[in-house]
Each structure stands twice: as structure tokens, then as C-alpha cells.
């Protein structure tokens, strides 16, 4: 359960970071009257929707957080047996990597007002993430194909379970992509567009963060980062 | 005295970007309703309707405990089937949605002085897909084999073999796929009261002026945002085990004679996985109430709370400590026995700041004017029935006294008491407190009264003769307690004693019920502020408050949310919307 | 007023009631007289503590309830009555913990000279096995559960060849010797629970944990389960039988060894061990009750 409390503890981090900035160690019995002194204080300056959309990563973070906990915890029982990647899984991260990029040149080309660069932005983003996910059940494919069923072996399992799970994230992201996409087309307002592209950019970066490390757990990389770690502390 | 006057830069109190949803017809007014206070109307009826299924099958059970062998429809494979839908029922679809769907929706945006939640839209989802779990759960009820019987906690591998009612037929597929439902729901309606409490509050309402009501849905809904994860994932993973055939929680079996295929799962993983959000699970269920009851006893004894800061500070600290105690539910479970010192200690150390909450609570009572209205009743109830459970669970959580006393009727009594009676006495408190602001009504008095003296001493009388029980070695779940030597001819009819009072508290809820009803048309009128309280719910200019909350401008708030009784001023409390400043000067203690 | 009287009687109630009621723990049969020392001081502590909070709050409710022109004080907190309270609690939490902690290392520490006995549930019932005159008990595997191994010892291990096996019968042993219980499971989880010998400990399919205790007066005790394991989960009792050492080494030369019950003539003695049914006696009855 290490890794889910190592990300408890920088949730940890940031919520204490906030809870600095709220005076609790202010006596609001003694303090009457507008508080414009502290207002400064109050409310975050970032839109609602973003501090909405990064509680949410928060949530899916904990998920995946947990998951590589049981991973780590499954992986310790002799009957395990690593299996290989795919090639194919290296292809796929360069997709992603790449609908990444298009989101952010979106974002700023939303930020500068020009249209057109977004739309192109959102579709290239919105092709190469269903072109990763086409690569993810080709890879799943291959897999089965050469023997490498779900429930034949736990580190099978959990690929499966993990991978999937990253997919149907994905997924969910396309159905926001596609409404952002629909408005940058229809005439949305400019700041609505901008702020909905923006949202579309933070998760696709953060969807991305999550691939690259459970691809380091999948391969694993993170068990030997792991192990260095727990060498480096006894 | 700090006077502060209004200066630049004062951000608006309306919540930018945000639009106020309007309802266009009777169906997205009523129904669809993006509008958080019927959310809350729908998740409370929701709650409560499903908790009435619980009540029953309680009842059922009891029927069987106290009278055993006289009813034999109660089978042992229907006994575990209801305990099972009891434990879960109760924990997550009634207590979580009632205190974060019910009191959460229609609390938070009125105790913050906002117009509504900050993403109506995901919070009527949020109804809808709890509304599903729901029905997929009682859906159970009527699959062939009937739900599960595998006990609240799920352990594999019995959940989902055939030894267990349920474990092979569709009852543990429906209860993990409701489950997993239940977290997509609740994940969406969590985002909005976090990001209300965050964003939405209005000009002037600071974190320290808060009621601590918010402050304890606030703290728990976070918990709860990072606590059901750990649920879903060892739910997804169960449900692959059970339907196909991974052995993520399964090790080799050789079940009845016959070797399952499946290997080398860890049983202890799922408990951990469990536990780790079980035991926040206690508190998120708890911290809402400590909230609420700080508030009903504040405003019934017109006095401030004691140490408000202390008590924000309690809150955040047992929130963040309940993530560190899981594995004190597995002290007996065969994890490796040196973790027992760790968690011991960091239970006890729990007990230090809740300990300061009761202290506080009582503190409060000390020098105030306790009006002894029906909420204050309640309170004080919950303050003995919580202190009495929460010293029983010093027994639990101390890793050497847990050994004897785990698994036993002491459990069952120390979590009814302490997760059971004391938080759903302090939702009759809120729901007596809250009625006429809901309805424009008082509830009637008579009955009210009636059902609080048969609740409060009816549930004390089932609880704490039932921890002796649990002294004497009696286990709990148990479908019959025939033919054990421990069981004394005397604890016989202990056990008939409890299951008499069962019903006679249980028949206490239906008066109550009857009264939710008939007090919406013949209750007495309450008026816009009938408990004369400050917090900011109270001083909406419609009763019931009309969509959007506040009429045309939001409130402005300047001063926190307890001036009760302050020397100088001319009423005993002060409205936190009203400006000015009053009582003599107030030097820093 | 009422209010207040009901919250003394509550105490008062509650406290004559631990005193008075018949219902209290079974007489101990076993070491662990600490466990119940430690549940005595827990007794003492939160009690004093109930009664303090209850008895207090009652006072407030008679003193402090409303009367015309009544007026509540005006104390936003007490940093140092604050202060004092969380000291006296954190005192009384230590004075819980440290004599608890010190308990659990005992419990977790086996001493040396116990003998292993092993434990085996299975739904629903339970088996024993003991090492033979090698002092060790062999390997064992779920997968080499079979009709005529229900134990699953693994047949190559020599150090199994001459353990005892007790299969769904009662287990005996000496008074005043230590024993280590290996607690194993080959289908669920279960959990070996005696009353008497206050311990107990789940047992978990795919690995083996323990616990110790020294018996300390012979007698017959019943064993329970402590953890759901389907629906015949309240009929899996068991016995065991608290020895003199004589008795003991008596009822020892009766019980047949593994490589005994594994030589195919010797089947038919199996069969006539008493209770050997017993699993699957709950199951026709669970069967009846369903079909009922």
C-alpha cells in the first residue's frame, strides 16, 4: 500500500499548502465587519471548471494510485510471471504523445484567437487518441493471440485490468473532446472555447502522465525504481 | 476590536462562469431537476426508502436471533443475504447518501451563500446514477439465487463461491456492479460540493466563518473522493475473479473436494484494498454528523461553540489520520502481526482529537441556555451514545483486547452504536432542525417527542446489553446460536429482550414517518427563521428558499457563524449577514 | 429536569449493569489472563470517562436549562481548560496503549519449546494435525487435497510421513505446554476461536499464520469459527480436549499417522474415525433447510 499512501501524502501536501492560506489560526470571533482582508485569499483566481477538472484528476490519480499498490502487492507471489510488451505499446505512446502536443498547440492557439489552428488542433488530438486506442486493442490482439490470456497469469490480468482501465479514461475524454470540437465549429463564444480546449489540454496531459508510468510499471521499470528505492533506505 | 471595512478588489460573491440553470417545464423542475435542493429531496427519499428496506430486514434478522428455530422461512442462506444487504444498505446507500446527497445538496449552497452547486448538470447525473445502483442492488432481491450472502465486508473467496448464497449466481455480480455504480455517482456528485465549498462561497464568507457543518461534509466528501477508489478497484477486481476466472484475491481452492482453477491470489489484498476505504468510510459517515451536531447544540443552547477553531482543526486531523488506521480491522486476519503496533498507536492517537470534539460539545451546554427543543434532544443523545461507542472502540482498537473481543457481538454493538445510532440520531436532530426551512412547517411536537425518548432509549437498550455478549465469546454472524456451550439459558433471552426492542424502535420510525408527511400540510407554521439561528440558510428571503437561493443580491456575510448571545447586543444571536458590530470590545483571550 | 434524570439513570443504569448482569466472559483456560487484565483497565478507564461526560452534561441540562430572561455566557474557547483536557486524555489513551502494546509482543512472540499443532478449516469443518516423533510437520499443498488426503500433505515430504492427522475429530492437548497453532484453509477464509483460550486468529487459503497459548486447566472446550465462510458458518463447531499429560499421550496412540492413512488397506479405519461427516453432515441439513 506504499505507492497509494505516497500519493495521499502529496495530496496531503497540497491540501495542507491550501489550508496555510485560510487563517486557521484566526479568531473569526474577533473579526467583524467585511473581511476584504482576507478575501484576497479566498477564492482561487483559476476558473471553477479547472479546480472542478483538477479534483477529478485527483480522484483518477488515487485509482490508478491503487491499482499499482495491488500490482506491486500481486507481483510478490511466486506465481507470477512477467509478459513480454508488444512493440506496438512504443507506437502508441507516440500517438498519445503526439494528441497530446495537438491539444496544447490548440490551447494556444485558442489563447491567441485563431480559430482555425484550434479546429485543426482538437481533430489531430481527437484522430491520433482514437489512432492510441485502435493500437491498444491491437496490442491487446497480439497478446491473446500468442497466448497471453486474462486469466492465465496475474501480471496477464493486470494488464489487461490496467490498460483497459486507462482506455475507458480515454474514451470518456474523446466525448469531451467531441463537444469542444462541436462548439469550436458551431460558434462557441471565444473565452467558452478557450476554457473548454483548455480543460480537453489538462486531461489529455494528465492521461498521458498516467500512461507513461503505468507503461514503467507494465515493463517493469517501476519495480526496479522501487527496489533501488527501498535498497537506498536499509 | 478587528473592524474591517470594504475596500477595492473584492472579487463578486456570484460565482463567475457559472449560470444559473432554469428550469423550462414540470419535468425538468421536478424530475430532471438541475437545481441542488431538489437533488437533495431526491436523494434523502432515495435514502430513506432503501434505509426502510434495511429496517425490515433487520427486523428479520432479529426475528431469527431472539426467537430461533420458531420462523423457518429464515434459512441460514436467507439470514446471510439480509445481514449482508443490511450492512451495505445501511453504510453506504443510506448513511453516505443521506449525509452527502441529502444534507450535502441542500446545506452547502445554502450555508455558503451560493445560488446553487457549482456543476448543477453532474449533480442531477450524480441522483440518476446512484438511483441505478440503487435498483441494480434491490435487483438482487429477484435474481435467481437471491442476493449475496457474503457479509457487508465481501471477503473473498467465499464471496464468490457457491458456499456462500449469491456467490456463484448473479447476487455478488449485481452487488459489486451497483457498487461500482454507487462510486461513479457519488465521485460526480462529491466533485460539486468540494468545488462549491471551494468556489462558490459568497463575499465575506471566509473558511473560519463557515458553520462546522459544512466543515464536516466538506472534510468528508474529500475522504470520501479518495477513499472509494480503494472500493472500486478491489470491486472491479472481484468481479474479474468472479466472471473471468483471474485470481487476483483467489489462491488455490479445493472447495467441497473439488480443485478451482484458480492461483496464488491474496485474500489479505482485498481486505486491505477494503479496509482502506472502509475505515475512512467510518469517518465520512462521521464527520457530517459532528458537524451538524456541533450546529444543532450551538444553536438550541444559544451559545457559541466552544473552541470553533479547535474543533476545524479536529475535523481536518481526523480526517487526515483515518487514512493511516485501516488495518486495525484485520488485527485477527493473519497480516503480519508487527503491523499490529503501528496501527494500535495510530488509532488510540485518533481518539485524542475526537475526544476534544466531546469535550467541546459539552463545554458548549456549560453556561448556555439550553432551550430543550427535539434537534437539542437528539444531540444530546448522539453525545451519549457516540461517547459510549467511541470508548468501546478504545477496546478494538487496541491491538491485544481486539484479539478476544474481534469477530464477536462486541463489534456489531460497538459499530451499531457508534456508525449507527449516533449518526442517525443526529440526522432525526438536522432533519427536525431543517424540516421547516424545507417544508415552511414545523414538525408536529407531540410526536416528535414521542419518537425520540422510544428511539434514543429503545437503541441504548438493544446496543449496550448486546456488548456483553460479545464479552461472552458469542460471534457475530451467526445464523443460529444453537448448540454452544457459551451460550448460557440467560443470554437466550438477553437476546429476546433485543429483538423485542428492535421492533419497538423500529415501529418508533414509522410514527416518525407518519409525521414527515402529515406535518408537510397541518405542521404549525415556522416562519423564515423559527430557531432564531445565524447561519446564513436561515435568512433566505423565501421559505421554503426559491430557486437561486437569495433573491436578487447574495447575502454579504461579516461576522462568523456562532454570535450567539453577545454581551451588548440586543437579540441573543446575530445573523451572519448582518452588518455592524456589537458587544463590548473583545480582547484576544 | 426529565431530561437530566434520564441521562444519571443512564449512568447509573449502565454501570449496575456491568456489576450485576450474569453476562460476563467465560472462565479463562489459558495464559492469556494478560488480554483480560488489559480489557479490566480498559473497563476502568472508559467508564470513568462516561460516567464523567454524561454526569457532567446532565448537570449542565439542570443547571443551564432555559428560564425566562436567561442568557447564555459568552466564552469563545479556553486555551488552557483546551489544553489541560487534551493532555488528560492523551495520558489516559498512553495508560490504554502501553500495557495493551506490551500484551501483543507476548502474543506475537512464541516461545521456544511450544509444539507446533496445525490447524485445517475447511467449509465447514476442522481438522488437526500433529508432528510425529520427528518433531516437524511436512509440507503441505491445496492442490494435494484429495479424497484420500484431505489435508493436502505433500506425500514426498519425508518430516510428513509421521504426522498425526485428526480429520473432522476432536483434538486433545496437554495442560501447561505451549503449543503454536499453524492455522491453514483450503477453501475459504475461517477463523480458529476457543472462548476460554481467549486468542484467535483467521485463517487465510494459500499461506499459514499462527498464534500461541498454553493451556492452563484440562476440560472439553468448543470451537467456533470467527469469520463468515458461507452459509454453514454457525455450525462449524469443533473440540478440543485440555489433557493431563497421562491422557494425553493415551489418546496420542490411538490417532493413525499420515503414511498410515495414505497406505490404501488402511481406508477402512478412516471411515469409522468419528464424526468425520461432519462438513458434510451441515450441508444436507443447510440442503433440507433451503428446501424447507
Known amino acids: 500500500m506504499s505507492v497509494i499512501l ?106 491567441r484567437g485563431q480559430v482555425d489552428m484550434v479546429r485543426l488542433g482538437l481533430v489531430t488530438a481527437g484522430l491520433t487518441a ?60 471565444p473565452e467558452r472555447l478557450r476554457l473548454s480546449v483548455e480543460l480537453c489540454a489538462m486531461y489529455w496531459h494528465f492521461l498521458l502522465f498516467v500512461w507513461l508510468a503505468i507503461f514503467a510499471l507494465l515493463a517493469g521499470w517501476a519495480a526496479t525504481f522501487v527496489d533501488i528505492c527501498q535498497r537506498l533506505l536499509t | 476590536m478587528v473592524d474591517i471595512t470594504p475596500a477595492d478588489g473584492i472579487p463578486p460573491a456570484e460565482v ?34 432503501i434505509g426502510l428496506v434495511a429496517l425490515v430486514l433487520s427486523w428479520l434478522m432479529r426475528l431469527q436471533l431472539g426467537f430461533p428455530g420458531t420462523f423457518d422461512f429464515i434459512t441460514p442462506e436467507a439470514y446471510y443475504q439480509f445481514i449482508t444487504m443490511h450492512g451495505m444498505i445501511m453504510v453506504i446507500y443510506l448513511l453516505t447518501a443521506l449525509f452527502l446527497g441529502g444534507f450535502g445538496n441542500y446545506l452547502i449552497p445554502l450555508m455558503v451563500g451560493a445560488r446553487d452547486m457549482v456543476f448543477p448538470y453532474v449533480n442531477m447525473l450524480s441522483y440518476w446514477i446512484y438511483l441505478l445502483a440503487v435498483l441494480v442492488l434491490v435487483s438482487g432481491f429477484f435474481a435467481p439465487g437471491g442476493p449475496t450472502g457474503a457479509g457487508w465486508t465481501l471477503y473473498p473467496p467465499q464471496a464468490i463461491l457457491s458456499g456462500t448464497p449469491g456467490g456463484q449466481g448473479w447476487g455478488i455480480i449485481l ?44 472534510t468528508a466528501t474529500v475522504m470520501a473522493l479518495l477513499a472509494f477508489p480503494a472500493l472500486f478497484v478491489a470491486s472491479v477486481m472481484m468481479l474479474l475473479d468472479r466472471a473471468l476466472g483471474t485470481s487476483f484475491f483467489m489462491p488455490a481452492i479445493s472447495e467441497m473436494g473439488e480443485q478451482l482453477p484458480h492461483n ?29 451536531v456541533s450546529d444543532l447544540i450551538s444553536t438550541h443552547a444559544r451559545k457559541n461553540i466552544f473552541g470553533y477553531r479547535m474543533m ?64 437539542m434532544l437528539f444531540a444530546l443523545a448522539f453525545i451519549v451514545t457516540f461517547v459510549n461507542g467511541g470508548l468501546t472502540g478504545l477496546f478494538l482498537g487496541n491491538v491485544v483486547v481486539d484479539v478476544p473481543l474481534s469477530d464477536t457481538m462486541f463489534v456489531v454493538a460497538h459499530f451499531h452504536m457508534v456508525m449507527g445510532v449516533a449518526p442517525i440520531l443526529v440526522v432525526f436532530g438536522a432533519i427536525y432542525h431543517w424540516y421547516p426551512k424545507v417544508t415552511g412547517r414545523m414538525l408536529n411536537e407531540m410526536l416528535g417527542r414521542f419518537h425520540f425518548w422510544v428511539t434514543f432509549l429503545g437503541a441504548y437498550l438493544i446496543f449496550f ?64 427563521n423559527p430557531w432564531r439561528a445565524t447561519t446564513l440558510e436561515w435568512q433566505t428571503p423565501h421559505t421554503p428558499p426559491a430557486h437561486g437561493n437569495f433573491g436578487k443580491d447574495l447575502p454579504i456575510v461579516y461576522r462568523w457563524a456562532y454570535d450567539y448571545s453577545v454581551p451588548g447586543a440586543k437579540e441573543d444571536f446575530i445573523p451572519q449577514n448582518m452588518p455592524g458590530s456589537f458587544g463590548p470590545s473583545r480582547e484576544p483571550a | 429536569m426529565a431530561v437530566a434524570l434520564v441521562l444519571v439513570l443512564i449512568v447509573v443504569g449502565s454501570v449496575l449493569f456491568h456489576l450485576l448482569s450474569p453476562w460476563w466472559w467465560t472462565p479463562i483456560a489459558s495464559n492469556w489472563a494478560y488480554i483480560d487484565n488489559t480489557i479490566i483497565i480498559t473497563f476502568w478507564i472508559t467508564g470513568i470517562v462516561f460516567a464523567a461526560v454524561v454526569l457532567f452534561m446532565a448537570y449542565c441540562v439542570f443547571r443551564f436549562r432555559h428560564r425566562e430572561a436567561n442568557r447564555a455566557a459568552y466564552e469563545p474557547e479556553n486555551k488552557r481548560l483546551e489544553s489541560w483536557l487534551t493532555i488528560v486524555t492523551a495520558v489516559g489513551v498512553t495508560a490504554l496503549l502501553v500495557p495493551g502494546l506490551f500484551v501483543w509482543s507476548r502474543f506475537v512472540n512464541v516461545p521456544s519449546d511450544a509444539t507446533d499443532v496445525e490447524v485445517v478449516g475447511q467449509q465447514w469443518q476442522w481438522s488437526f494435525r500433529l508432528p510425529g516423533k520427528d518433531g516437524k510437520l511436512g509440507t503441505s499443498d491445496t492442490r494435494d487435497v484429495s479424497a484420500d488426503n484431505p489435508l493436502g500433505v505433500i506425500g514426498g515430504d519425508p518430516n510428513g510421513q509421521d504426522d498425526v492427522v485428526v480429520e473432522a475429530a476432536d483434538l486433545h492437548l496437554p495442560v501447561g505446554k505451549p503449543v503454536k ?52 458458518h454457525p455450525l462449524m463447531h469443533g473440540v478440543v480436549v485440555v489433557d493431563t499429560q497421562q491422557d494425553y499421550v493415551a489418546w496420542l496412540g490411538q490417532q493413525q499417522t499420515f503414511a498410515q492413512l495414505s497406505a490404501p488397506q488402511q481406508t477402512g479405519s478412516v471411515e469409522q474415525a468419528p464424526g468425520k461427516t461432519t462438513g458434510l453432515k451441515i450441508a444436507a441439513k443447510l440442503e433440507t433447510a433451503g428446501a424447507r
Not at chain 2, 423550462?24 to 435542493?37: G, H, I, P
Not at chain 3, 494459500?206 to 467456533?224: A, D, E, I, K, N
Open chain 1, 6 to 111: 505516497v500519493f495521499l501524502l502529496v495530496i496531503a501536501g497540497f491540501a495542507g499548502w491550501w489550508l496555510s492560506h485560510q487563517r486557521l489560526m484566526g479568531k473569526p470571533w474577533l473579526e467583524q465587519g467585511l473581511a476584504s482582508d482576507f478575501v484576497a485569499f479566498d477564492r482561487s483566481a483559476l476558473p471553477t471548471a479547472k479546480i472542478g477538472l483538477g479534483v477529478f484528476l485527483a480522484v483518477v490519480g488515487c485509482l490508478f494510485a491503487l491499482f499499482t499498490s495491488a500490482y506491486f502487492m500481486r507481483m510478490t507471489v511466486s506465481d507470477w510471471q512477467p509478459l513480454p510488451l508488444p512493440r506496438l505499446l512504443w507506437f502508441n505512446t507516440g500517438v498519445l504523445i503526439l494528441s497530446s502536443v495537438a491539444l496544447q498547440c490548440a490551447s494556444v492557439a485558442a489563447r
Open chain 1, 130 to 189: 482514437l489512432a492510441f486506442l485502435i493500437g491498444q486493442l491491437m496490442a491487446w490482439r497480439q497478446l491473446t493471440d500468442d497466448g497471453y490470456l486474462l486469466s492465465s497469469n496475474p501480471a496477464n490480468s493486470f494488464f489487461y485490468l490496467i490498460t483497459g482501465m486507462h482506455g475507458l479514461h480515454i474514451l470518456g475524454g474523446l466525448v469531451g473532446l467531441g463537444r469542444t470540437t462541436a462548439g469550436a465549429w458551431n460558434g462557441a463564444r
Open chain 2, 16 to 49: 463567475a462562469e457559472v449560470e444559473l440553470y432554469h428550469p423550462r417545464s414540470w419535468w425538468t423542475k421536478y424530475v430532471f431537476s438541475q437545481d441542488a435542493k431538489v437533488i437533495a429531496i431526491q436523494y434523502s427519499a432515495t435514502a430513506t426508502g
Open chain 2, 175 to 218: 452487488m459489486l456492479s451497483s457498487l461500482i455504480l454507487f462510486i461513479i455517482g457519488f465521485t460526480m456528485g462529491g466533485l460539486n460540493y468540494v468545488v462549491t465549498v471551494l468556489q462558490g462561497r459568497t463575499r465575506g464568507m471566509t473558511m473560519m466563518r463557515l458553520p462546522l457543518t459544512v466543515w464536516g461534509i466538506f
Open chain 2, 264 to 292: 496464488g491470489g491474496s485474500p489479505i489484498l482485498f481486505q486491505h484494498l477494503f479496509w482502506f476505504f472502509g475505515h475512512p468510510e467510518v469517518y465520512i459517515v462521521a464527520l457530517p454528523a459532528f458537524g451538524i
Open chain 2, 312 to 375: 476545524v482543526w479536529a475535523i481536518v486531523g481526523i480526517g487526515a489520520l483515518s487514512f493511516v488506521v485501516w488495518a486495525h480491522h484485520m488485527y485477527v486476519s493473519g497480516m503480519h502481526p508487527y503491523f499490529g503496533f503501528f496501527f494500535a498507536t495510530t488509532t488510540l492517537i485518533i481518539a485524542i482529537p475526537t475526544a476534544i470534539k466531546v469535550y467541546n460539545w459539552v463545554l458548549t451546554l456549560w453556561r448556555g441556555d439550553i432551550h430543550l427543543t427535539i434537534p
Open chain 2, 465 to 528: 446489553p448486546m456488548h456483553y455478549l460479545g464479552l461472552m465469546g458469542v460471534p457475530r454472524r451467526y445464523a443460529e446460536l444453537t448448540d454452544m456451550t457459551i451460550m448460557t439459558e440467560s443470554a437466550h433471552h438477553l437476546n429476546s429482550f433485543i429483538s423485542i426492542m428492535a421492533f419497538i424502535v423500529g415501529f418508533a420510525q414509522m410514527v416518525f414517518l407518519f409525521n414527515l408527511i402529515w406535518s408537510i400540510r397541518h405542521g404549525r407554521e415556522a416562519g423564515g
Open chain 3, 181 to 232: 497453532m499453524l492455522l491453514r484453509s483450503i477453501d475459504v477464509l475461517h477463523d480458529f476461536y476457543i472462548p476460554e483460550f481467549r486468542a484467535k486468529m483467521d485463517m487465510i487459503p494459500g499461506s499459514v499464520t499462527y498464534f500461541w497459548f498454553t493451556p492452563t486447566r484440562t476440560g472439553t472446550f468448543q470451537v467456533l469459527c470467527a469469520e463468515l465462510c458461507g452459509q454453514g
